[in-house]
């Protein structure tokens, strides 16, 4: 049970936070402003929508009812008799804070049946509490299908955690069925939110600003084609999302449009790269896992761009890149120089990679039959590709077993066979790679929508 009504000096700070309302700032803006270029950040300011975050809007929704806040302390006291009767009054009346602390006072007093059948009018109703109450009870059990029921019942009543988490479920079938374009839309409603002009505490802004990050990083990796098989590719919109990603605090995307900014030869992009190579290497992110990789790639673009990167010492980052592993990591030095186009320095990191760990070894092999598959610094070579991505899958690389099933399917440089590309996608799938699944339903004929 969710102790709301102990929390009084909580509510009351909340209470008085409301009446001192006005539409929030932070440092988000000038964040805002360079990553996603004059023209969004204007559109961004253009729309009037105010909003409060959903806890608060639930909680303030039964501080500011003083009778459903008197009825219900009475439960606690020799009144509760009465308190019952107020509450079952107010319930029958549609009050789902009502239902939800009557199912809670009868569930107490060991009227199970009684209190159940409370508590599932407040979930009918969408209470809040009940709805979140329900939400760890199925977390407890593991029981996906349950989880993700209740998750989407916060979604509608506006939970932004909960759209991000609705919108991941729909798009990877995981305990909902498997709907794309509904996946999509739940996560557009969060990315696409403006906090500037959120109605909120300072705590909400930070809230919210999370959740438009973790929605527009998915929705980035959609857009750019790398899930999904690449049948959502928009390049425009990745861009979009990108730079909404990395302007909320996205280390890893901070660091990717860092590094298309840093490919261009426009002086005001190159200052961008700078900038936002900056935000990525914020201390506070040092535990970051690519925090590293950023700190190589900037001593990188230091050593290339002097006059942008003024007064800094690519040196410093090398030291810090070196003390996070990463001039060791050679699969992950071979993603940079592929992402930066420079695919034969790419290769060269790929190959130092087989003979590192298996998770190395299985990056390097990879690397290597991408370069060969899309002839990338290398003539193109589908035999090479094929066995580079088969010697890959063997160290359990997911994505590997995902290529050789399109190539099977496509018939590049092997004979098209559709089983085969079924089998290796369902390998795929085995091994928890959702596009493999994908893949092997849209063979199979089993619709996705």
Known sequence: MLNLIGSKSALVALCMASSLLVGCQSNINSVLKFTLGEQQYNELQSHEIKTVSVQRRYILEFAENKPLVQATAMLKTSKAKEGVKQLTEMANQGNSYAMYFLGDYYTKKGQRKLGKEWTQKAVVARNYLALLENLEAARKTADQQEIAKYTLELAIIGDLSCQVLTGYNYIYGNGLPTMHEEGLKWLHKVADINT?????????????????????GILAEIYHGTVLLGRYQDEGKYKKYLANAAAYGLVDKQLELAMIYAQSNSTSKLDRANKVFQLALDPKNKSHKVYGLAAYAYAQFIDAHPEIAVNQDSSKYLNIAKKKGVLNDYGKL???????????????????????????????????????CEGKGVKQDYSQALSYYEQAKAQKHTTAAVRLGQMYAQGLGVAQDKAKAITYFNQACTMGDIDGCDASKELRGIGIR
């Open 334 to 372: 071979g993603n940079y120089y592929y992402n930066m186009l420079d695919y034969s320095n790419a290769k060269l990191y790929y190959e130092k990679a087989l003979n590192g760990n298996q998770d190395d070894k299985a990056n390097g092999l990879f690397g290597l039959g991408m370069l060969y």
């Open 196 to 216: 500037n002009l959120y109605e909120c505490v300072p705590e909400e802004v930070d809230q919210a600003a999370e959740m438009i990050a973790s929605a527009s």
